[in-house]
């Protein structure tokens, strides 16, 4: 069964060794656990549902407190702290486009507010209700998840919106094909969320971001459907995919998605390598992306998040010995770990990875083997359960990503961290910050970054401080240094603040222009990519 108050399933869970222990301890001090609030005493606080009784509208407690938070810092404090949001007055589970446009109707005749509602996992807070007179309707596709069509000439699937990861690629795979998309939320997350926020997968280099992958759907809107063809190619004036991709349920409500998909590849390995320095490795991964090598997936971690994942990996006695080897080969303090997939025909695969090792090893780089990649691959959904593990340690952990034209990778990355640093300070709290580039472009790279903390005592208020300084000052750094609001997250209502500096006085008239022209009275998902829909209640 699902966490109500954490991430994934409760049957799953991520243990931390002595080792790892050992090394909180020396970096933060001692954790601070914090009591978690009943899920009983939340649901007795939401007051009565505003919305009429509907055969397709759920208004119990039970239904509605999911649907009114995602997986954000922000969401997890109120969860384990007790401190209740508004919440939605119904959740609809349709399971037809005639059903949502019966929804729309209904949400246009009573100005209603409507949230779409996937996965639940959004870490920008689009799933934030407004507190304002107006009721609130979530419309939750979960029952929209089948794979509806399989054009095998074309390589196009068509999916309901509501379709997880785990069910797309089982549908798909019994056909012989894959998407290719794996969010590290993939466990949850669904192909109409990944549209909606501009996701992006582990393994893009290979099979694109979901704006290459997406080729077409159908958008129910409070002024009638938009229909998105499928077309190889076109020069039909600006192409109506776009502003359907990013917009975080503004415009309507997306229905079905129609992807491009691949064969299942005949071979798929992940290899690791060590570099010695970040300047050597930097260089190196800049000149592999720029090669364009048929490669699936490079994931290059920093020093400290090298460091942080081998003490986390437990097995002192072997990684001891690895240290032992790579520091013979030059690999010392300040070394680099590298993640690199290849995902093709046998023959392919072979040349790809051989070219690949050949011009790394210009650079210093120590080939280790596919044992540490095999490891990467069985865990790779599973690194947001070590939040669960940290909190009941006593810490807390969040993530903020961007991307950046190659110039200012290092020195924005290094900027992320030192930001994290001197927003805790006056708190007097140490962080623990780390980064790793997850996704590479011949122009730039994203950048991850992680931070580690204490938990402050006290409950909600006094952590909410903490990490809206955090993402305060983190935000002001990637704006200084020229970096996107979000490479892969979305804006929703964490980032739209920051999102003007990015895209000037007419692009953000421009987006608004769009949100009245498909939803007049502004029912949809306010406060999301727009600071609109007020007002709000931390």
């Given at each position: 069964m699902r966490r109500w108050n954490g991430w994934g399933d409760d049957a799953t869970s991520m243990d931390l060794g002595t080792g790892a222990r050992a090394m909180l301890a020396e970096r933060l001090g001692p954790g601070c656990p914090q009591p978690d609030a009943p899920l009983a005493g939340l649901l007795a606080r939401i007051p009565?549902?505003?919305?009429?009784?509907?055969?397709?509208?759920?208004?119990?407690?039970?239904?509605?407190?999911?649907?009114?938070?995602?997986?954000?810092?922000?969401?997890?404090?109120?969860?384990?702290?007790?401190?209740?949001?508004?919440?939605p007055d119904g959740v609809a589970r349709p399971t037809s486009r005639e059903e949502v446009r019966e929804l729309l109707a209904l949400a246009q005749a009573g100005r209603w507010v409507v949230i779409p509602l996937g996965g639940g996992t959004s870490v920008a807070g689009h799933l934030d209700c407004p507190a304002g007179e107006r009721p609130i309707l979530s419309i939750h596709l979960g029952r929209m998840n089948q794979l509806l069509h399989l054009d095998g000439a074309s390589q196009l699937a068509t999916f309901g919106a509501g379709t997880p990861g785990p069910m797309v690629e089982a549908q798909l795979r019994a056909q012989g094909y894959t998407l290719g998309h794996f969010p590290q939320s993939f466990e949850y997350s669904t192909v109409g969320g990944w549209v909606v926020t501009r996701s992006s997968g582990q393994q893009s280099l290979r099979y694109g971001r979901i704006e290459q992958l997406f080729a077409g759907g159908q958008l129910e809107t409070p002024v009638g459907p938009l229909a998105l063809p499928t077309l190889p190619a076109a020069s039909a004036g600006p192409d109506l995919r776009e502003?359907?991709?990013?917009?975080?349920?503004?415009?309507?409500?997306?229905?079905?998605?129609?992807?491009?998909?691949?064969?299942?590849?005949?071979?798929?390995?992940?290899?690791?390598?060590?570099?010695?320095?970040?300047?050597?490795?930097?260089?190196?991964?800049?000149a592999l992306v720029q090669l364009r090598l048929p490669l699936s997936m490079l994931r290059l971690s920093n020093?400290?998040?090298?460091?942080?994942?081998?003490?986390?990996?437990?097995?002192?006695?072997?990684?001891?010995?690895?240290?032992?080897?790579?520091?013979?080969?030059?690999?010392?303090?300040?070394?680099?770990?590298?993640?690199?997939?290849?995902?093709?025909?046998?023959?392919?695969?072979?040349?790809?990875?051989?070219?690949a090792r050949r011009l790394l090893s210009r650079h210093g780089a120590v080939y280790i083997g596919a044992a540490m990649g095999r490891k990467w691959a069985a865990n790779r959904f599973k690194g947001p359960y070590l939040r669960n593990t940290l909190w009941d340690l006593g810490y807390s952990v969040d993530t903020i990503e961007t991307a950046v034209d190659w110039p200012q990778v290092r020195p924005l990355m290094q900027a992320m961290e030192q930001a994290a640093r001197d927003a805790f300070a006056p708190f007097g709290t140490p962080v623990h910050a780390f980064s790793h580039l997850s996704h590479l472009y011949p122009q730039g790279s994203s950048i991850y970054a992680q931070y580690v903390w204490p938990t402050a005592p006290g409950g909600f208020a006094p952590n909410f401080a903490r990490w809206q300084a955090l993402k305060t000052a983190v935000a002001a750094q990637i704006a200084a240094h020229g970096g996107t609001v979000s490479h892969q997250h979305g804006v929703g209502r964490d980032h739209a603040a920051h999102l003007a500096q990015e895209k000037g006085a007419l692009g953000m008239a421009t987006l608004a222009a769009l949100c009245r022209q498909f939803d007049p009275q502004g029912i949809m998902n306010p406060g999301k990519l727009l600071q609109d829909g007020g007002p709000w209640q931390e």
């Open positions: 009565p549902s505003r919305l009429p009784a509907h055969p397709l509208i759920e208004r119990s407690a039970e239904a509605r407190l999911p649907a009114a938070w995602g997986e954000s810092y922000a969401d997890w404090i109120r969860k384990r702290c007790g401190h209740l949001p508004p919440v502003i359907v991709l990013g917009s975080e349920g503004r415009l309507g409500v997306l229905t079905e998605a129609t992807v491009r998909v691949s064969p299942l590849p005949a071979h798929e390995s992940f290899h690791a390598l060590f570099l010695p320095s970040w300047d050597a490795a930097e260089a190196a991964v800049r020093a400290v998040e090298t460091d942080t994942n081998l003490r986390l990996a437990g097995h002192e006695k072997t990684i001891a010995l690895l240290e032992k080897y790579l520091a013979w080969r030059g690999c010392r303090a300040g070394k680099c770990l590298l993640l690199l997939g290849v995902s093709a025909d046998a023959t392919t695969a072979r040349h790809a990875l051989r070219a």
